[in-house]
C-alpha cells in the first residue's frame, strides 16, 4: 500500500537537526527541544509501527517514479521495528545527554548531530534502493564520525582515526560491490534485484558480489577478523555516544546483512559455511577479549563483538526458526547495549571511574542503582526468564533443526564467556567492598549535579530497563513479532509485490 508519510521519521529528524542549529550556543533551549522533539520521534515511530502492523507493508515512491526506476521507501514490519528501536534508544540517550554532557561539548553541537545521526538510521531502515542504503550509511558515518571528536580528546581523535578509517574502506567496498551488482543486473532496487540475480547464470560471479557485501557489512558490523576498530573507539567518547553507538550502530550492519542475504543473495552451501564460521569466531573472539579488559565500556565493547556473531549465526543456520532467533536476539540487543552504557555513564558520575579493579561498594551504598543495573546485566547473559535467554532457545534450536552442533558449542561458549564476564563485573563493581579514590577536579560527581540532571541521567535507564524486562516477561509477544519478520525474511514475495506492484512476476 502507497503511504507517503512513511518518510516522517526520517523529515522528523531533519527538522530537529535544523531547528536546534538555530540555537547553537544556547544550550538549555537545546535540551528542552530536544526533549520535546524526542518524544514526538517516538510517538512518530509508534505510528509506523502500528499502520505496518495493522495494514501491512507501506511504500512509498519518490517523485511518483514507479519503482524499479525511482527512489524507493519500504516500511516492512522489520523495517518499521527498528524504526521503533531506534526511536526509544535515540530518545533515552538524547534524554541522558541532557544531564550527563557538559555545555561546553553540546556547543560543539552535539544535540544537533546527534539527530542527523538519528535521520540516517531511519533513512537506513526505510530505503528500498540499495544506492541509496549507501548514502545514509555515509549519513551515519559522517554524523558518527563527529559525535566521536566532540571535545577533542587524545583518546578520541585516535579512536576516531581507527573508527573512519576501517568504516570508509568498509563504503569502498561496499560501493563497489554496489557497481558490480549494477553492471550485472541492470538495477539498484532491491526489490527488483531479488528477481534479476536469481536469473544470472553466472553464480560464481555472484558469490563474489555476495562476499564483497559481506566484508563491507561486516566491517561496520564487527565481524571477525575486521572488529579490532570498535574496542578501541566505543570506549572513548561519552557514554551518551557509546550507547548510541553500542546500541544501533553496529546492529545497522547486521539490519542490512539479514535484508540482503534474504532478499537479493540466497547463501548457498559455501555462503552458509562461511556466515557460520565467522559468526563462530566472532562470538570467541568478543568473549576472550572482553575476559582481558579491566574498563567497563572496554568489556561492554567486546561484549557487542561477541554478541554480534550470536545474530550472525541465526543468518548462517539460515532456517526460519534460527532467523527469528537472530531478530530476537537483535530487539533484546539493541535495548540492552544502549542502557549497559549509559549505566557505565552513571557508573562513572557516581565514582569517578570506570576501571573496575578500583570500583566496589556500589550495592552497599546505592542498593536500588545497583539492581536496576543488576537487570540490565543480568538480561545480557541470558538468565532465564529474561530477555537474552528466549533468543538462544531459538538460536540453538534451529542450529539443532540443521545438526549444526559446533556452532551450538560456539553459542553456549559466548554464553559462559558472557557469564564469567558480567560475575566479574558484579563481584569487583557492586559486591567488593568500596574502594576510597581521590576525587578528581575534571569530574562533576552525580551528588554534585542539579537534580534536574540526575533524574535525567536516572529515568533513561530506568525506561530502557523497563523495556528489557517487557522483552522478557511477555516474550510471547517479542517472540509472535520475530516470528512475522523472519517469514517475511525468508518468504520476500510479499515484500516485492508490494515494491513493485502484483502485475510483476516474481521467482
Known sequence: MNN?????????????AVLLLFFWFRVNAQRLITIICSFTSVGIAIWLFTEVYNHGILTMQAGEWKAPFGITFVADIFSATMVLLTS???MAVAVFATGSIRNARLKFGFFPILNFLLMGLHGAFLTGDIFNLYVWFEIIIIASFVLITIGGEKAQIEGAMKYVTMNLLASAIFLTAIAILYGMAGSLNMADLSGQVAQIENRGLVNVVAI????GFGIKSAIFPLYFWLPASYHTPPPAISAIFGGLLTKVGIYALLRIFTLIFIPDQFLSNLLIVMAALTILSGGLGAILQVNMRKIFSYLIVCHIGFMLA???????????????????????????????????KLKG???????????????????????????????????????KIFLIQGGFEENQYTLIGFILLGSFLTLWVIAKIWSEVFWKKSVDLPKKINVKYFSELAPFKQWAMLLPIVFLTLITLYIGLAAEHIIILSKQISYELMNPSTYIEAVLGPQIDTP
Open 4 to 16: 507517503p508519510y512513511i518518510v516522517l521519521p526520517v523529515l522528523f529528524q531533519l527538522f530537529t
Open 353 to 391: 571511574t570506570l576501571n573496575i579493579e578500583k570500583l566496589g561498594g556500589i550495592y552497599k551504598k546505592y542498593p536500588k542503582y545497583a539492581l536496576l543495573m543488576a537487570i540490565s546485566l543480568f538480561s545480557l547473559v541470558g538468565i532465564p526468564p529474561l530477555s537474552g535467554f528466549w533468543a
Open 212 to 215: 564483497l557485501f559481506l566484508v
Open 88 to 90: 526509544f534508544s535515540g
Open 314 to 348: 541465526g543468518l548462517g543456520i539460515y532456517t526460519e526458526l534460527a532467523i527469528l532467533g537472530a531478530i530476537f536476539y537483535l530487539i533484546h540487543d539493541i535495548v540492552v547495549k544502549t542502557n549497559l552504557f549509559l549505566i557505565s555513564g552513571l557508573i562513572f
